[in-house]
């Protein structure tokens, strides 16, 4: 089974899908898969890290057999869009956040003719949560103890966790406690802007953090020997030079930094920064300014990658045009 999604996987990984495509694939087409087990039973840490691996070789791609140039760690990409993630779920602690349903049922006494048969063979007059796994118990029963542990610890006591299980939001509150973390990025509201093109919001991610294979990136890695800009072919190509400092990206940040009504800046880092403290306006303004920043960060990337892979150029007026 595992083979047949693999090969589905190394299909769809080479085709022209952007990334934000392929994480929305990943959210709703894998991970639909996995919710409907991670429901029933605790997944297998070996079981896991095949899913996991999965998921990175389809949003990459494959060539020769080989995941192509990561460019983000998958911990990161899981975290939500204010930490600087792209909002996928963490597997193992969606799937034990899904397992802790079992313990609410049972906490509950839920109308459930599994719950009932629990409480009527193997808890009897024992009370759940001081219940004691043996040898003679099923894996499945050993694993909804395990949850339960899990969930005392998590939670710091046997009374916190039963008032959190009485919560509606019980789940969300569990995957919070149990999901890796990381700091809140000051860019986070203008790459989250729900009118951005997911492409342009997961390109625009990338470049804030300088995870894009600019060529000195590749030179770093040995790929690439020659650091030549290809939109201006008069310096070296880095993130700083390429959306700002070429005198090809300038050009078309004149015109867009008078559609915008914003001063130009010297560097990405300095026009987030300018975003988070200085965009003025009414909220669709500032939403228009958000959306109009990453289109030209997305086309600006499109443009260098046209000229190096297919050998077509846009004139600077050609590219305003499209932004």
Not at 184 to 190: D, N
Not at 196 to 205: E, M, Q, T, V
Not at 221 to 234: A, F, H, K, Y
Request: hydrophobic share 40%; net charge positive; glycine share 6%.
């Amino acid at each position: 089974m595992l083979d047949k999604v693999r090969s589905h996987i190394t299909h769809w990984a080479n085709t022209t899908l952007s990334y934000a495509g392929k994480v929305a694939l990943i959210n709703s087409v894998i991970f639909g898969i996995h919710n409907f087990w991670g429901a029933s039973v605790l997944l297998p840490k070996g079981i896991v890290k095949k899913i996991h691996k999965m998921c990175k070789d389809f949003l990459w791609g494959i060539e020769d057999g080989q995941r192509r140039m990561v460019f983000k760690s998958w911990e990161s990409l899981c975290r939500p869009r204010k930490e600087g993630g792209v909002d996928i779920k963490e597997i193992l602690s969606c799937n034990k956040e899904q397992m802790m349903g079992w313990i609410k049922k049972i906490e509950t006494d839920a109308p459930n003719i599994w719950v009932k048969w629990v409480n009527a063979y193997i808890l009897k007059s024992v009370s759940f949560w001081n219940f004691q796994i043996t040898t003679v118990h099923s894996w499945f029963w050993g694993n909804i103890i395990t949850c339960r542990d899990n969930l005392v610890l998590y939670t710091g006591g046997i009374q916190q966790a039963k008032q959190l299980l009485l919560t509606p939001e019980y789940k969300s509150l569990i995957y919070e406690c149990l999901r890796s973390k990381g700091p809140v990025q000051s860019y986070h509201r203008t790459l989250g802007e729900p009118l951005n093109i997911p492409k342009h919001s997961f390109i625009g991610l990338l470049a804030a953090e300088n995870r894009l294979p600019t060529v000195d990136n590749l030179c770093q890695r040995g790929m690439v020997l020659v650091n030549r800009c290809v939109l201006c072919e008069s310096a070296a190509e880095t993130a700083a030079h390429l959306f700002f400092e070429c005198p090809y990206s300038a050009e078309v940040w004149f015109q867009v930094s008078r559609w915008m009504q914003v001063p130009i800046q010297a560097s990405l880092s300095q026009t987030l920064r300018w975003y988070k403290l200085h965009n003025r306006g009414s909220a669709l303004v500032k939403r228009q300014r958000r959306c109009l920043l990453l289109c030209a960060i997305y086309l600006l990337w499109k443009e260098r990658n046209r000229r190096i892979f297919k050998g077509l150029s846009s004139t600077p007026a050609a590219l305003i045009w499209q932004i």
